[in-house]
């Protein structure tokens, strides 16, 4: 068929909002329990809440809890590890009260945690003794921060639970997990400033006859070493990954020493922001199936525990997280350039995929999908930074013979975090419409080594903001977009990146923020515990670098900015609060730069109802339209710009 000619943004495409949020859901934390496996839907047709699901061989899917129900934890804000399968029980943590919750199949929800100011999450089982061990986040006392420990929660002598705390004393705490007789207890632990993929700890300690801890010794790790997700082998070899040798690699402790397993320049670790984030599963004594990330991309091996050796298998997939697996299959969340999000079962002898839920089941037509070209460009500081380029694709629509595409860069979240390749319809709605995108793996991301996440540590709004400027201007040297015509957006630290860039370099011509940063001094003061401490390796010791956080904080500086910025921001937002998009939408407004605010009730850090995500959506090709001054093919809500006929007049 022959392409008809229009406008870089103004194709139709069927890539809509409203098909993004009607048919689209996310899927997390797979578990196996027998014949059955698990995972969680997050449904933002149903606000946004977490349904836990069961598939099994002679049901299918269905759901474990009632509608009224929402199982996710909100320890460390970001939650995660929010529910445990044991048998036909199912416990988890319900989001409204932070309870921990039990049902079976088919049954209404019980409560086994008292009302009041706790939070539950990445419980295991201690079936001998009848209870939970999990990390509990206590936010009684409000004139302190949180207090994170691991405690037992019994269910034998009637309800509630009482509780034990079992380790006390760090900062925080994840990964406990009991060995399989029982009798020792692992788990992780750091204090501040650290964050966890900068350095932790793992102990062990024998499990006493009263159900407490006793002896415990510290096995590895340290302010400077990064362990993540311990697991105990039948055998009772406890393995874990450590980024000693640079790279998040596979390690044992048996017999009181601690062995490389495999060693390879890949990372197969992830940065730990939310609990129960899996990367290798141990099938059996002799085998363990595991995902790693090398240049961008993930892939799933199987590790023969005895020689180390590592065989790839080839699968499909891009993305690959939640790793789960037994004696005969391994289970994982996959993703493509080209499909969505799967719960993807693989049967270990044959190898064959079996995929038991997509993200969605809706069809789109390939010509509507950019394929990912994942990109290496030159930096500052002769450096080499990663991204993943995707250029305009309709089957029906092409560009003007002269003209090149508009250019959006994308700034991840963290900023300790990636990009990665598995089909995003949020991109293809711009894709499909006529924009090319670059989503940046900026130095400071995972995946690339921890030289390479180092980059960022005293440099946050300087190498990501480079890294970003220097993507766009890279493609625009080649010809493949329009120079006059790069926006940038990102959301969270993403947005203080876009903001970043939007304020102290003239590059681009306009940015979406959507909940970021604009005051680093205020996130400092104001967040919450998990990341109180993180610009301390970001920028610097606070209050003692004051002047740095000022100096690289758009707020302070907004009289640099010189394009239009829409903002978008949760009032519930306890990351970044709504004071951060409110006093950089004045400051934009008193200079008289095109500006437009959308805050959203009852959202906190990251939208999860469907009315709001299809608003952003809109909203915000609606803003590059009225900027970039090109027509929509289709009819938007419009959205209030200030001072946008004054900036026009003067362009």
């Given at each position: 068929m022959r392409k008809s000619i229009s406008p870089y943004g103004?194709?139709?495409?069927?890539?809509?909002?409203?098909?993004?949020?009607?048919?689209?859901?996310?899927?997390?934390?797979?578990?196996?329990?027998?014949?059955?496996?698990?995972?969680?839907?997050?449904?933002?047709?149903?606000?946004?809440?977490?349904?836990?699901?069961?598939?099994?061989?002679?049901?299918?899917?269905?759901?474990?809890?009632?509608?009224?129900?929402?199982?996710?934890?909100?320890?460390?804000?970001?939650?995660?590890?929010?529910y445990l399968v044991n048998g036909d029980w199912v416990y988890f943590s319900q989001f409204a009260d932070q309870r921990l919750y039990r049902a079976m199949r088919g049954t209404e929800p019980e409560a086994i945690t008292e009302e009041g100011e706790y939070r539950y999450a990445d419980a295991v089982m201690d079936q001998s003794r009848k209870r939970l061990i999990c990390v509990r986040e206590d936010h009684a006392n409000k004139e302190q921060e949180p207090v994170n420990q691991i405690v037992s929660i019994g269910f034998s002598a009637g309800l509630p639970a009482p509780i034990a705390v079992l380790v006390a004393g760090a900062d925080f705490y994840s990964?406990?997990?009991?060995?399989?007789?029982?009798?020792?207890?692992?788990?992780?632990?750091?204090?501040?400033?650290?964050?966890?993929?900068?350095?932790?700890?793992?102990?062990?300690a024998p499990v006493g006859e009263n159900g407490g801890l006793c002896q415990a010794q510290r096995i590895t790790g340290g302010r400077e070493e990064s362990i993540y997700q311990p697991e105990w082998s039948?055998?009772?070899?406890?393995?874990?990954?450590?980024?000693?040798?640079?790279?998040?690699?596979?390690?044992?402790?048996?017999?009181?020493?601690?062995?490389?397993?495999?060693?390879?320049?890949?990372?197969?670790?992830?940065?730990?922001?939310?609990?129960?984030?899996?990367?290798?599963?141990?099938?059996?004594?002799?085998?363990?199936?595991?995902?790693?990330?090398?240049?961008?991309?993930?892939?799933?091996?199987s590790i023969d525990t005895a020689s180390g050796a590592i065989e790839e298998i080839p699968t499909p997939y891009t993305d690959i997280d939640y790793l789960q697996a037994d004696d005969k299959q391994a289970v994982f969340i996959g993703a493509s350039p080209r499909d969505f999000p799967s719960v993807a079962?693989?049967?270990?002898?044959?190898?064959?995929?079996?995929?038991?839920?997509?993200?969605?089941?809706?069809?789109?037509?390939?010509?509507?999908?950019?394929?990912?070209?994942?990109?290496?460009?030159?930096?500052?500081?002769?450096?080499?930074?990663?991204?993943?380029?995707?250029?305009?694709?309709?089957?029906?629509?092409?560009?003007?013979?002269?003209?090149?595409?508009?250019?959006?860069?994308?700034?991840?979240?963290?900023?300790?975090?990636?990009?990665?390749?598995?089909?995003?319809?949020?991109?293809?709605?711009?894709?499909?419409?006529?924009?090319?995108?670059?989503?940046?793996?900026?130095?400071?991301?995972t995946g690339f080594g921890r030289a390479y996440r180092e980059r960022l540590n005293g440099q946050w709004?300087?190498?990501?903001?480079?890294?970003?400027?220097?993507?766009?201007?890279?493609?625009?040297?080649?010809?493949?977009?329009?120079?006059?015509?790069?926006?940038?957006?990102?959301?969270?630290?993403?947005?203080y990146t876009t903001l970043a860039a939007l304020t102290f370099r003239d590059v681009f011509s306009a940015g979406a923020s959507h909940f970021g940063v604009s005051d680093a001094e205020a996130l400092a003061k104001e967040t919450h515990k998990f990341e109180s401490r993180y610009l301390d390796k970001l920028i610097g010791p606070y209050p003692e670098r004051a002047d740095l956080y000022r100096e690289r904080s758009p707020i302070h500086a907004a009289e640099r900015l010189s394009c239009p910025v829409i903002f978008f921001q949760g009032l519930e937002d306890k990351v970044v609060p709504p004071n951060q998009a409110e006093t950089m939408v004045e400051a934009l407004r008193k200079k008289g730069l095109p500006v437009a605010y959308l805050a959203f009730e009852g959202e906190q850090h990251g939208f999860r109802q469907a009315k709001n995500i299809k608003r952003t959506l809109d909203a915000e090709i609606f803003f590059y339209s009225q900027v970039f001054g090109f027509d929509l093919a289709e009819p938007v809500e419009p959205v209030p710009i200030e001072n946008l006929d004054a900036y026009r007049s003067r362009s």
């Open positions: 103004s194709w139709p495409s069927t890539i809509s909002s409203q098909l993004i949020v009607e048919k689209l859901i996310a899927l997390i934390e797979s578990s196996v329990s027998g014949n059955a496996i698990y995972w969680l839907e997050l449904r933002p047709a149903e606000d946004g809440r977490q349904a836990i699901v069961r598939w099994s061989p002679h049901k299918g899917v269905e759901d474990i809890i009632p509608p009224s129900f929402n199982a996710r934890s909100r320890v460390h804000e970001y939650g995660g590890g929010s990964n406990p997990r009991l060995s399989p007789d029982g009798e020792s207890l692992a788990w992780l632990c750091w204090d501040h400033p650290n964050m966890p993929w900068d350095g932790t700890e793992l102990w062990v039948p055998d009772g070899s406890l393995y874990f990954i450590s980024d000693r040798t640079g790279w998040w690699n596979l390690y044992r402790w048996r017999d009181g020493r601690v062995e490389a397993v495999a060693a390879m320049e890949a990372d197969f670790g992830n940065a730990q922001w939310v609990f129960r984030e899996t990367t290798y599963a141990i099938a059996s004594v002799n085998q363990i199936i595991a995902s790693y990330w090398k240049e961008g991309s993930a892939h799933l091996a079962c693989m049967d270990l002898a044959s190898r064959r995929i079996e995929v038991l839920r997509r993200a969605s089941n809706l069809t789109v037509d390939p010509g509507y999908i950019s394929a990912s070209e994942p990109i290496e460009f030159p930096t500052k500081g002769n450096r080499t930074a990663h991204g993943f380029y995707y250029p305009p694709s309709n089957p029906a629509f092409m560009g003007p013979k002269e003209a090149k595409p508009p250019l959006l860069v994308t700034s991840h979240g963290g900023p300790t975090s990636a990009a990665r390749n598995g089909l995003k319809l949020t991109l293809q709605f711009f894709t499909s419409r006529g924009f090319a995108v670059l989503d940046v793996n900026y130095g400071g991301s709004g300087i190498v990501d903001v480079e890294d970003c400027v220097h993507g766009a201007l890279y493609l625009a040297a080649q010809g493949r977009v329009d120079r006059k015509r790069l926006a940038i957006r990102g959301a969270s630290a993403g947005g």
